[in-house]
């Protein structure tokens, strides 16, 4: 099995910055493809930003101006660096990790952490 351990979400105030990070354990052939996704209140959960194994990054449209996703391949983590936080930022922020669990297999399985808290005041 794979896990997906969050850290780095918290309250903060508008024009703030926050660093996301997500670390997966397990039983961990490679991962293609790890990002975030958030849940704002009374929304759907949306897709923020992805992360390919070579470093090719992908970004909802609403987010590119000050989030940057990196990631680590060597310590499977992929981090979210947030700057000038605004209100509108507040939500549940959920990673993914696409993983690949077994040599023998091409295709991967999607794995979720358990979702962190980001509150931005004014």
């Known amino acids: 099995q794979v896990q997906l351990v969050e850290s780095g979400g918290g309250s903060v105030q508008a024009g703030g910055s926050l660093r996301l990070s997500c670390a997966a354990s397990g039983s961990i052939v490679r991962i293609p493809v790890m990002g975030w996704y958030r849940q704002a209140p009374g929304k759907q959960r949306e897709f923020v930003a992805r992360v390919t194994g070579g470093g090719s990054t992908d970004y909802a449209d609403s987010v590119k101006d000050r989030f940057t996703i990196s990631r680590d391949n060597a310590k499977n983590t992929v981090y979210l660096q947030i700057n000038n936080l605004k209100p509108e930022n507040t939500a549940v922020y959920y990673c993914?990790?696409?993983?690949?669990?077994?040599?023998?297999?091409?295709?991967?399985?999607?794995?979720w952490g358990q979702g962190m808290q980001v509150t931005v005041s004014s």
């Open positions: 993914f990790a696409d993983v690949v669990v077994s040599y023998s297999e091409t295709s991967s399985s999607r794995y």
